[in-house]
């Protein structure tokens, strides 16, 4: 299993402000993802971060409020731009292994914007 | 849009007791997940299952799998405050890779010494 290391673990933003939560994997991997779990809800994937190319977005998520960068195999980037209170969320990467399509998840990131 | 509905939302139970939490869906998986999360941490892939009807054991965790591949049962027999957590199941559509799981909104478990 890779071992997912995410920073900052936490942070508390001023609304308005934008913030760059990284994620680093100890292993090359192809498919790397970003969800989203609100406070009660599920989570909810973001977009996948392709290495080389644009990042996919899911329905509901556009690039200009969360631009994602995947520069090589074992690291990728995600800003949360102009932040609002809606905002405040855990923020969580993840990674696929193909050989059997199981997730392994980062620690996550706790958003707070005040 | 599939959906998976779990339940209960949350468990408060006693240290000893046995529990059940239903992963229930309309939509058929090629197969589902069980995960855990606790405080401050991504979720833990507990267990896949794949097969209609399967049922894996992990330790005192019993996971079921429905015959249509509609639903999924966790069971915890004599239960620890270690169990303690929120516990996800996510099912897997029929395209390609598994970004395309589906995640149940989480059963809350607390397990009181």
């Known amino acids: 299993s890779a071992v997912i290391s995410q920073k900052p673990s936490r942070d508390i933003c001023q609304r308005g402000t934008s913030l760059t939560i990284q994620c680093q994997v100890d292993s090359q991997v192809t498919m790397m993802f970003w969800y989203r779990q609100q406070p009660g809800q599920s989570l909810t994937l973001i977009a996948t971060a392709n290495q080389g190319s644009e990042a996919t977005y899911e329905s509901g998520f556009v690039i200009d409020k969360f631009p994602i960068s995947r520069p090589n195999l074992t690291f990728s980037t995600l800003t949360v731009s102009n932040m609002s209170p809606e905002d405040s969320s855990i923020y969580l990467c993840s990674v696929e292994q193909l050989s059997t399509g199981e997730l392994f998840f980062g620690e996550g990131s706790r958003l707070t914007v005040l | 849009t599939q959906l998976l509905e779990q339940s209960p939302q949350f468990l408060s139970i006693q240290e000893g007791e046995n529990l059940t939490v239903y992963c229930n869906s309309s939509?058929?998986?090629?197969?589902l997940q069980w995960y855990r999360q606790e405080p401050g941490e991504g979720p833990v892939l507990l267990v896949t299952?794949?097969?209609?009807?399967e049922v894996k054991k992990l330790k005192r965790l019993t996971f079921q799998f429905g015959d249509a591949r509609k639903d999924s049962s966790l069971h915890i027999t004599a239960a620890q405050p270690g169990d303690t957590g929120l516990y996800l199941c996510a099912g897997a559509g029929s395209g390609a890779g598994s970004y395309q799981l589906t995640f149940g909104k989480g059963t809350k478990l607390s397990v009181i010494p």
């Open positions: 299952v794949v097969t209609g009807g």
């Open positions: 939509s058929v998986f090629s197969s």
